[in-house]
């Protein structure tokens, strides 16, 4: 995914839980807006945007889309309820930002906001869940970036079990034109367990720092982008006291568990599914639609997370899996939720062996 540079220089910002498969995040562009503009969908190409192949910059629909035109919309993101949260469900109010379903909120240092609103999540599992910046009234030289990112495990290409293989996988796979500058090492960020490295462009002279934990069965990033190590050194210190995570959130755990479902991948599978019925795809289409499902104590399906789906995919396949029936999951003798995610269409391909979950 790529948008504009910002204003002050043209460059690559790697979005770091995707560098092996070049999936790239640009920072957003400087305008001329007020100091508290309300945030603005970013400009997006249009292979993770619903479809929509526009140009951004020219907002008028007349000279944007051909005459009798009919404009359908593309494979979204969707939940058969409005009331559970999702992943994408962020917001940032009053300059905090809050994520109920991962249980993060931050607030936002002063003369940072967001200016644009994330795009999608796309169908590997990957989330930008806020992308914020400097205000326009800021005159210094060091503007950067502060991004939260997430990435689904049940659907990540990538062989990482965990948080830590997952920034040590990013770490290894940098493009060339990145260089190292601090190797992974676990670090503590509002109390709770993070796997940090940075790298940087020698080109364009930008530092990134990357803090990683696991929420939920997802590796959830904050990556800090600036020309001055010193200004990412003083955001991570203040970081600390203004971040609030779930007692959950561990470089190696994250799983889920106590007011919210137990996470465990391939559940909706095997013997644990007990009454099942295929969902009938008539559309000839070729996508992959990565599905979360949370399963009730008594083993039905309370909620449906479609990542990526037309809306006849969402259907049809909600259909079907409103009539399954699971196992219902026990531990210690008590019966527990369960979340899990199941692939319908075309699943993507990893990018090498899966690697041992009990490896660092």
């Known amino acids: 995914m790529q948008s504009r540079c910002s204003g002050f220089l043209l460059l690559i910002t790697l979005f770091v839980t995707f560098p092996a498969w070049g999936q790239m995040i640009q920072s957003a562009p400087v305008q001329n807006a007020p100091v508290q503009p309300a945030p603005q969908p970013a400009p997006q190409s249009g292979h993770n945007n619903g479809g929509d192949f526009s140009d951004v910059t020219n907002p008028n629909p007349k000279n944007v889309v051909p005459k009798d035109t009919i404009i359908v919309k593309g494979a979204w993101s969707s939940a058969s309820d409005s009331t559970t949260p999702v992943p994408e469900s962020s917001a940032v109010t009053n300059n905090v930002f809050t994520n109920r379903y991962f249980g993060i909120t931050y607030s936002l240092p002063a003369d940072w906001i967001q200016k644009f609103t994330p795009p999608p999540p796309s169908e590997t599992g990957g989330y930008v869940l806020a992308q914020i910046a400097r205000t326009d009234s800021y005159k210094g030289e060091a503007k950067g970036t502060i991004q939260f990112d997430a990435q689904d495990m049940f ?7 965990n948080a830590r293989q997952f920034v040590n996988y990013s770490k290894n796979h940098l493009p060339g034109y990145y260089q190292v500058e601090l190797k992974p090492s676990q670090t503590t960020i509002g109390g709770q367990s993070f796997t940090f490295f940075a790298y940087w462009s020698p080109v364009a002279q930008l ?26 050194e003083e955001l991570v210190r203040d970081m600390n006291s203004k971040i609030k995570l779930p007692p959950e959130a561990s470089s190696t755990g994250g799983l889920g568990g106590g007011n919210v479902p137990v996470c465990i991948k391939d559940y909706a599978s095997g013997e644990n599914v007990m009454e099942r019925v295929e969902p009938v795809l008539t559309e000839h289409r070729y ?19 479609f990542l990526s789906a037309f809306p006849e995919q969402e259907k049809t396949i909600s259909d079907a899996l409103k009539q399954w029936k ?12 369960v979340e899990t995610g199941i692939m319908f269409g075309r699943a993507s391909l990893p990018v090498g062996p899966r690697a041992d979950a009990t490896t660092d």
């Open 207 to 232: 530092h990134w720092y990357v803090l990683a934990t696991q929420i939920r069965c997802h590796t959830v990033e904050i990556v800090l982008m600036n020309r001055d190590p010193k200004v990412l």
């Open 155 to 161: 659907f990540t290409p990538v062989p990482a079990a």
């Open 287 to 305: 996508n992959a639609i990565p599905v979360r499902l949370i399963i009730d104590k008594q083993g039905k399906v309370k909620h449906i997370h």
């Open 326 to 337: 699971f196992r219902p999951y026990e531990r210690d003798g008590q019966r527990l939720e």
